[in-house]
Structures are given as structure tokens and as C-alpha cells.
């Protein structure tokens, strides 16, 4: 339903993109991504 809502929205030019909220968004999503993730480096014997 949301969806079906923006897409007339946009159709009739009255959707405006909030762009903090998007880059907001993509920066959680890609420290999630990086926390998610092991580190790439090589782990070291301890001595």
C-alpha cells in the first residue's frame, strides 16, 4: 500500500527525496555490513 501511495506521488511530481534520510540510511547499512563481516587481515600466532 505504501508503495502503490509514493508511486502516485511521484507520478504527480509531489514526491521529494529526503537526502540526509537516504545517506543516513546507506551509511547504517554499510557499518552493519562491515561490523557483520570478519576482518579481511590475517590473524597472528600468539607468542
Known amino acids: 500500500m505504501r508503495i502503490t501511495e ?6 504527480r511530481g509531489e514526491y521529494r527525496v ?3 534520510a ?3 540510511a546507506i551509511v547504517r547499512r ?9 576482518s579481511s587481515r590475517p ?3 600468539c607468542s
Do not use: G, H, M, T
Not at 509514493?6 to 507520478?11: A, L, T
Not at 554499510?30 to 570478519?38: E, I, N, S, T, Y
Open 6 to 11: 509514493i508511486q502516485e506521488r511521484v507520478s
Open 30 to 38: 554499510l557499518l552493519k555490513d562491515a561490523l557483520a563481516q570478519p
Open 43 to 45: 590473524q597472528r600466532a
Open 18 to 20: 529526503d537526502a540526509k
Open 22 to 24: 537516504v545517506a543516513d
